[in-house]
């Protein structure tokens, strides 16, 4: 069983759809991740938050809006999506920055935009 | 800009067989590299973790090393079975000079399927 717990599992929304995806963990680590992964590619980072600030941003579209309301806990918010949008959300978390610790992964949001 | 690559891209083989899998990266600037497994439509599976100062893990079947100077690391599976069939990534964990936090980058991936 994985230590991290994504929900939904899969979600079907239209792209004028507002909804959101939630990541949550009670390992006690201070950094969380998201990824977006197409079919058959490996993970590409979205966004990292450390001790509940946002400290990348990949460059990710407005669309996509995170949020971290506490340390074990990371939402993802979306609106206005688009078909391209299709793809398994990844959340994933760490010791804080700085230490030599693994990434645990949880098992994903299979998003579909119509 | 760093780049992860895998190969072979697919492989398929007999079970009982011992396996390497590669991972080659550009920039040496790594502060560790992990391998992960990832069963179809499920999330990534840590395996193995090997620190930049460390040559190499194990982890029963598995071992993987490390050659930071050289830019490579394989995974050696030894004596595969058919429940070892997934996708196996690397990703290399750097830091950004700019914010002190560190990102991980993600190799191309190696899909195994091992027939019984």
């Known amino acids: 069983d994985t230590e991290v717990t994504q929900t939904p599992k899969h979600l079907v929304m239209g792209m004028t759809n507002k909804k959101s995806l939630k990541c949550e963990q009670h390992?006690?680590?201070?950094?969380m991740y998201w990824y977006k992964q197409k079919a058959k590619k490996p993970p590409e980072l979205m966004f990292v938050y450390s001790y509940e600030k946002l400290s990348i941003n990949e460059s990710v579209p407005s669309r996509f809006s995170p949020e971290c309301p506490n340390s074990s806990l990371l939402n993802l918010h979306l609106h206005a999506l688009q078909p391209e949008d299709s793809a398994l959300y990844l959340c994933a978390s760490s010791q804080d920055r700085g230490t030599y610790q693994p990434q645990h992964f949880g098992d994903g949001t299979r998003l579909s935009i119509l | 800009k760093q780049e992860v690559t895998q190969i072979p891209a697919a492989l398929s083989v007999p079970e009982g067989e011992n396996l390497v899998l590669n991972c080659s990266f550009t920039d040496s600037a790594i502060y560790n590299l992990q391998w992960f497994r990832q069963d179809p439509g499920k999330g990534l599976t840590s395996l193995l973790l090997?620190?930049?100062?460390?040559r190499e893990q194990t982890s029963g079947r598995l071992n993987a090393s490390l050659d930071k100077s050289s830019g490579r690391s394989t995974l050696y599976i030894a004596a595969s079975q058919p429940g070892d069939s997934a996708t196996y990534l690397c990703?290399?964990?750097?830091?950004?000079?700019?914010?002190?936090?560190?990102?991980?980058?993600f190799g191309t991936g190696t899909r195994l399927k091992v027939l019984a």
């Open positions: 990703a290399v964990r750097r830091v950004l000079a700019t914010s002190g936090t560190y990102k991980y980058i």
């Open positions: 390992m006690g680590h201070r950094a």
């Open positions: 090997i620190q930049s100062s460390q």
